[in-house]
């Protein structure tokens, strides 16, 4: 159905083609809310002077609420024409002649609702050009642009109210622990003067609108719960936040904070591990880790310095380390008490790019806030002279993990976009600059539990990951080849992430772009035949060490990725085996090439049946496949990495070898006259 517009307002609005310089007014939606099941909405102008008609149109939510009236506003006289038929719209047509001038702040119009659901919606000014507008007395429009200054949203939020009584439980989820229902994202929510041992835990996700913590009461959200409060949280009582092994509590407030109240947030440490945190409360000094080896990095130099005071202020959105030794505290939980962290926050940043170090232009930033941030959120979020890519420790791997902002899939070493709660991390400072800065908002927030990465598609995005795995600890380290239109084959800081070095007795893996820079995640351009591309390699600790494909995307399924070993002077076909090599820490990093390219599927079959590897008899068999008499390099690796046999073999026919032991072994054949290498698990049983 078509508005009802009232036909005289259509004649003046839509039937002149003169604009005056005069400015409409300017008006404005209420904002309130209500607990009753319908409410009224007020339209108030501004600068109404000799004004002679106007069009307006408002959308809503109508799974909320429904529009049942229009009124005009008791100092507006004339005549008023609405439509209110399309559930979420609203058109007011207005005219009055002569043209009517009211001083001050007048109510114009007036909305009636009723409420459909429990919940919010915005009101806003639609406006295609006509929907919205004004004329004068001389039937003239009206400027009104920029629109954002003359037409101004409002809101109505359909509450209810709920108290906690505790009659039952603890549990915040229990219906009978509430004089109404459990809170939802729509109620006020109100935990009175503790009367009673139980006071309300939080073990999953909960809502509420409008929270009030009253004297002597306590709000405990447990390592695995998460509350949002999407209104004011008032805190005169205690709110308590655990940490835990595998997870920590959440907490995100939408509104302002108040309150005469406290606010104590968990941090679990494991021992003899560096954990990388920052503080989610304002206030907290060096003291809350007491007997705890705590350190801060600084950017000119490269270095990390100890905390040796118990009372130096830990700055908000800032990171820190810190060890819990296990001849101290062990695995311990400490407690930030303060102010809980909410609304902006910002850091500056450095790059002494004539330092002599490698960490030029990292700096040490953190998550201010008792919740985890989304570095892919649109909003929130606030750079200036940053690299897209963000760095957190991986303690596991004794390396940093990367992810690459707007690169889906990007995230290296169990990285991706995720910022847990309070947790310290590295961002990097374009090397063209001097200066950067960062700041962060509650739009950026999101309650999330899991520290590793997501499963995420890979939207077509051409992509080559490979890792190495230590045999001497259980320390490894991955890179990351990504393709793209817009790549070039140097440094990029909006898609590509430098290497950051972990543990020194940890292996590194990185490439090397076309400026030489050493690279975590590389971008480069689309290639049509092959592609050629330095690995560099750092063992860490002399030994055994294996580099496999991690993931392969994008590319059609017979594209082969080759590893060039240059200190055994031998290429691996990754796509069906693994390389396990020898490394002496003296060796240079400059020991691998990767060859990346398309194949012939006939080609590829042909090799895969070129011989096959399996176990007999407690020895091992190789059977040829082809005619024609071919030699190879056997190594034979056990469950350790560690190689038990190394020899030249003959294929021809049936081949078989004796091992000297039992078990679950790996059997690599290297075939240099046909550049393939074939790699087998094998079960070795002696009698």
């Excluded at 930033?365 to 008792?370: F, H, S």
């Excluded at 076309?514 to 975590?520: A, I, R």
């Excluded at 990346?596 to 079959?605: F, H, I, V």
């Excluded at 030699?631 to 560690?642: A, N, P, Q």
Aim: with cysteine.
């Amino acid at each position: 159905m078509k508005p009802i517009i009232y036909p005289l307002l259509l004649i003046l609005i839509f039937n002149h083609e003169i604009t005056t310089a005069q400015d409409s007014p300017k008006i404005w939606l209420d904002q309130t809310e209500s607990y009753a099941s319908g409410t009224q909405i007020k339209i108030t102008a501004e600068n109404f002077n000799d004004i002679g008609s106007c069009n307006l149109r408002i959308l809503y939510d109508p799974t909320v609420m429904l529009a049942t009236s229009v009124q005009k506003g008791p100092q507006l006289y004339g005549s008023i024409a609405t439509n209110i038929s399309e559930p979420g719209k609203i058109v007011i047509g207005w005219f009055t002649y002569p043209s009517l001038s009211i001083p001050g702040t007048p109510v114009i119009f007036k909305i009636n609702f009723t409420r459909v659901n429990y919940g919010m919606s915005e009101l806003i000014f639609n406006d295609d050009g006509f929907s919205c507008a004004w004329s004068n007395g001389n039937f003239q429009y009206l400027n009104d642009l920029p629109t954002s200054d003359f037409y101004l949203p409002g809101s109505l939020a359909f509450l209810r109210q709920s108290t906690w009584t505790g009659n039952i439980s603890e549990d915040w989820f229990d219906q009978g622990n509430w004089t109404d229902n459990v809170p939802d994202a729509f109620t006020n929510t109100d935990i009175p003067s503790a009367k009673t041992l139980n006071q309300p835990t939080i073990n999953n996700e909960a809502f509420c609108y409008r929270l009030v913590l009253n004297a002597g009461s306590t709000l405990t959200i447990e390592n695995t719960g998460y509350l949002t409060s999407n209104g004011e949280l008032t805190n005169n009582g205690e709110l308590i936040i655990r940490s835990g092994l595998n997870s920590d509590g959440s907490f995100i407030d939408n509104g302002t904070i108040t309150g005469s109240g406290v606010f104590h947030v968990e941090r679990f440490l494991t021992e003899n591990k560096w954990h990388y945190i920052s503080s989610p409360v304002s206030g907290a000094v060096s003291g809350t880790f007491f007997d705890i080896y705590l350190m801060e990095f600084d950017e000119e130099t490269g270095t990390w310095h100890y905390i040796t005071g118990e009372d130096v202020p830990l700055i908000q959105m800032k990171g820190y380390g810190a060890w819990a030794d296990e001849d101290l505290t062990g695995s311990t939980t400490i407690t930030y008490t303060g102010m809980i962290n909410s609304g902006p926050y910002s850091m500056n940043l450095t790059n002494h790019q004539n330092a002599a170090h490698n960490s030029k232009g990292f700096n040490f930033t953190g998550n201010p806030y008792p919740s985890a941030l989304n570095w892919e959120s649109t909003q929130g979020w606030e750079t200036e002279h940053v690299d897209n890519a963000i760095y957190l420790w991986n303690s596991q791997n004794g390396q940093y993990g990367t992810y690459v902002k707007g690169i889906p899939q990007s995230g290296i070493n169990g990285v991706d976009s995720i910022i847990p709660a309070g947790q310290g991390f590295f961002v990097h400072v374009n090397t063209n600059y001097a200066n950067g800065s960062i700041i962060v908002n509650n739009k950026a927030r999101l309650h999330h539990s899991k520290p590793f990465m997501k499963n995420e598609p890979d939207n077509g995005i051409k992509m080559v990951k490979i890792g190495v795995q230590s045999q001497q600890n259980h320390f490894s380290d991955e890179t990351l080849i990504i393709f793209s239109e817009n790549a070039t084959n140097g440094y990029d800081p909006s898609a590509d992430a430098l290497k950051l070095f972990g543990l020194e007795e940890a292996p590194a893996l990185f490439s090397i772009d076309s400026e030489n820079n050493e690279m975590m995640v590389q971008s480069r351009e689309i290639f049509v035949e092959k592609e050629t591309i330095p690995i560099h390699f750092i063992p860490g600790k002399t030994g055994n060490y294996m580099i496999n494909l991690k993931h392969l995307a994008g590319f059609g399924e017979d594209f082969q990725v080759f590893l060039e070993d240059l200190q055994e002077e031998r290429i691996i076909q990754l796509n069906s085996a693994d390389h396990h090599f020898h490394s002496e820490i003296t060796d240079g990093a400059a020991r691998f090439v990767l060859h990346l390219t398309p194949n012939d599927p006939a080609s590829k079959q042909d090799r895969k049946e070129v011989a096959d590897i399996y176990a007999f008899n407690g020895e091992i068999v190789i059977k040829s496949n082809i005619p024609e008499a071919l030699s190879g390099l056997l190594k034979v690796f056990d469950i350790t990495g560690r190689n038990i046999l190394e020899k030249e073999v003959k294929i021809n026919g049936k081949t078989t070898i004796n091992i000297p032991q039992s078990g679950i072994l790996t059997a690599n054949l290297i075939i240099d006259q046909l550049n393939v290498s074939i790699n087998r698990k094998l079960i070795i049983f002696k009698l």
